[in-house]
């Protein structure tokens, strides 16, 4: 079968590559319809997670139909319409039980990498890397999904192939974080990052009943996504003090939801943006952290920040008596997708979560080293490139 590979010099290339085939009895295969660039490839791409092997596949957002099952498969069957999950989860461990499905202690077989990193392993994710399993990506014509029954989802019938691409991680990474943050109904949730991620941080927020969502970031036509298709407020951080407006905004409080939806690549003017990436460049630090920092010390006290942004390892000059001293709640995750793909489905199924205006690029599998460079670069107004196999 044809998939988009990573070459080992951050690039994508499209190659010839051996079928998947069933390993194991909860495996099932599924034809891809439709898979389509992350934040997080980006990542990977620029070398900040060294954990590749020429060769691999690249790719954790798909959907498409199930074409083979195994025979512990009890859910799922044959010609299902199914979206896919991103992280890997056996459904059954300590872990699962407990609604934490990117934490699967059976999803990563591979835990030695990120044990050393982080203590502790979490779950296995798509084409992303030996650190999360190693597990061939979604980009490709085939995919075997591990866990069949747990990790793929059957899409409704009203619901378009390219809305339910996303309920595979953009949606239910948004979803996460504006859940899990504890937003309630009468908040003010502030969401750094305009990408897929963040629009949908902000879209579950309102859903959530959030008053009053306001979205950052600097390029003019992800803000216009935002107002457009998510109905949220903007902040253009390239011309606005973002604190001053912030508090300006909420009556001097600050937000009472803090949402970081940008990671280790943020962006920053000025001196700090500077120290950063001097500091990222020479490997003094793994992360550039500009948006964490700034969303601490925004927060209002009390509040609560979620970073949805991923982060390999060690920061500088992290605010942590800020985050002491106004008695903030903390939290992060990669995404417990599982737990909150069925009701994604159903605010798409009913057409109060859209998602089709991410899909800015369509194209077939062969362009995707094109479709990379256009995510990469923003180019056209690139928010997300999808592969057609
Ligand atoms: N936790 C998870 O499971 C999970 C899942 C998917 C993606 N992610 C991560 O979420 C992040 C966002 O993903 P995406 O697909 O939306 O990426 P993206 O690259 O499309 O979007 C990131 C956005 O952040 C903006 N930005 C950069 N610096 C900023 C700053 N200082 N303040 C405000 N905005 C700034 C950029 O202009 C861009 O629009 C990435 O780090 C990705 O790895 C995490
Ligand atoms: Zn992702
Ligand atoms: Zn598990």
Request: proline share 5%; hydrophobic share 40%; aromatic share 6%.
């Amino acid at each position: 079968m044809r998939a988009a590979t990573w070459t080992g010099v951050n690039e994508v290339s499209v190659e010839t590559v051996p079928d998947p085939t069933l390993l194991n009895d909860h495996d099932i295969i599924v034809k891809v319809r439709k898979t389509t660039s992350c934040g997080s490839d980006l990542h990977l791409l620029g070398g900040y997670i060294p954990f590749m092997r020429a060769g691999d596949v690249l790719g954790h957002e798909f959907m498409g139909d199930v074409v083979e099952v195994g025979k512990g498969v009890r859910e799922r069957k044959v010609g299902d319409r199914v979206v896919v999950n991103s992280f890997i989860a056996c459904g059954t461990c300590w872990y699962c039980k407990q609604e934490l499905y990117s934490l699967c202690d059976n999803g990563n077989p591979n835990p030695g990498i990120t044990e050393g990193l982080w203590g502790q392993s979490p779950g296995g994710c798509f084409g992303y890397s030996h650190a999360v399993g190693g597990f061939a990506g979604s980009h490709a014509e085939y995919v075997r999904v591990p866990y069949g029954d747990v990790g793929a989802f059957v899409v409704p019938e009203e619901v378009s192939d390219l809305r339910a691409l996303f309920a595979s991680d953009a949606v239910s990474t948004g979803w996460m974080g504006a859940e899990l943050a504890g937003t309630k109904p009468g908040d003010t949730v502030a969401v750094w990052g305009a990408g897929g991620v963040g629009q949908m941080a902000a879209r579950a927020s309102m859903l959530l009943g959030a008053e009053r969502v306001l979205v950052i970031d600097r390029l003019p036509e992800r803000l216009a996504q935002v107002r457009e298709h998510v109905g949220a407020e903007v902040i253009d951080y390239s011309t606005t003090d973002v604190m001053a407006e912030l508090r300006e905004l909420t009556g001097g409080r600050g937000p009472d939801v803090c949402i970081e939806a940008v990671g280790m690549e943020a962006h920053s003017p000025g001196v700090h943006g500077a120290y950063d990436q001097v500091k990222q460049q020479l490997r003094l630090q793994t992360d550039r952290p500009s948006a964490v920092r700034e969303a601490i010390m925004a927060c209002r006290k009390g509040g609560s920040l979620f970073v949805l942004g991923v982060f390999a390892a060690a920061v500088d000059k992290f605010p942590l008596g800020a985050m002491m001293n106004k008695g903030l709640t903390v939290r992060g995750a990669q995404v417990h997708g599982q737990r909150f793909t069925p009701r994604i489905l159903e605010h798409m199924a009913r057409g109060e979560l859209t998602t089709e205006h991410l899909a800015t690029h369509v194209m077939p599998l062969e362009q995707a080293p094109k479709g990379y460079q256009m995510f990469k670069d923003k180019e056209d107004g690139c928010v997300r490139a999808v592969f057609e196999p």
